[in-house]
Every structure is written in structure tokens, then in C-alpha cells.
């Protein structure tokens, strides 16, 4: 079992940036994906970006690449994303989720069992 607790969310200007925080429970983080996902009102939950247990392999969705940056500190049991160049498209909440097993960069929610909270991130134009 692997329990997420999200941070960092907030209300920033077009142009603006953000880094989101997840930090998870127990002694085998670095044998978990994590990845990160936002729902926008109304719409569905969508992958935002995956990053390898190790931190040696990502996969970005098209719409953040080049904006936004995954890490991991595994001695701290925490995932981060830097959201850069914020855009009001990018106005969701945002979910970090762990999966376990052989790495795969999965960008379908339904492999992630576990969640953590949400975070609300909300881009002002």
C-alpha cells in the first residue's frame, strides 16, 4: 500500500510558475512510477507526465512538454513537478498517482492504483 499526499497548489498569473509536491508513505518508493495527472471542470482526468522509479526515464503529454519538469528524491519519498510558462489551459486539479511493477511510462490513469489527494492549481489570464 503506498499513501499520496499532494501539495503546492495555488492561484498564479499567465506566464507564472508552480511546483507541486508529493509525498508518499513507506520504504519502497523507488520501486514506484509516479505520475501526475490534472482534471479540468468537466472534463476528464488527463496524464500530464510519468517518471521511472529510478528518475532515469520520463514521458511528458505533448501539452506540457517543454513548460513543465518531473523529479524524484527518493530518500524523501517525493515526487515534484516545476510548472513553468503556466497557461490558464493548464487550470485543473492535479493528482499524483504511484504504480507499481516493471516500468512502463503509462499514460492511462487506469493502470495507477494508488492516488494521492488532488491539488488545485488555477492559471489567471
Known amino acids: 500500500q503506498v499513501q499520496l499526499v499532494a501539495s503546492g497548489g495555488g492561484l498564479v498569473q499567465t506566464g507564472g510558475s508552480l511546483r507541486l509536491s508529493c509525498v508518499a508513505s513507506g520504504r519502497t518508493f523507488s520501486t514506484y512510477a509516479m505520475g501526475w495527472f490534472r482534471q479540468a471542470p468537466g472534463k476528464e482526468r488527463e496524464f500530464v507526465v510519468v517518471i521511472s522509479g529510478s528518475g532515469d526515464s520520463t514521458r511528458y503529454a505533448d501539452s506540457v512538454k517543454g513548460r513543465f519538469t518531473i523529479s524524484r528524491d527518493n530518500a524523501k519519498n517525493t515526487v515534484y513537478l516545476q510548472m513553468n510558462s503556466l497557461k490558464p489551459e493548464d487550470t485543473a486539479v492535479y493528482y499524483c498517482?504511484?504504480?507499481?511493477?516493471?516500468?512502463?511510462?503509462?499514460?492511462?490513469?487506469?493502470?495507477?492504483?494508488?492516488w494521492g489527494q488532488g491539488t488545485q492549481v488555477t492559471v489567471s489570464s
Open positions: 498517482a504511484a504504480r507499481g511493477g516493471s516500468w512502463y511510462p503509462s499514460h492511462q490513469k487506469y493502470d495507477y492504483p494508488y
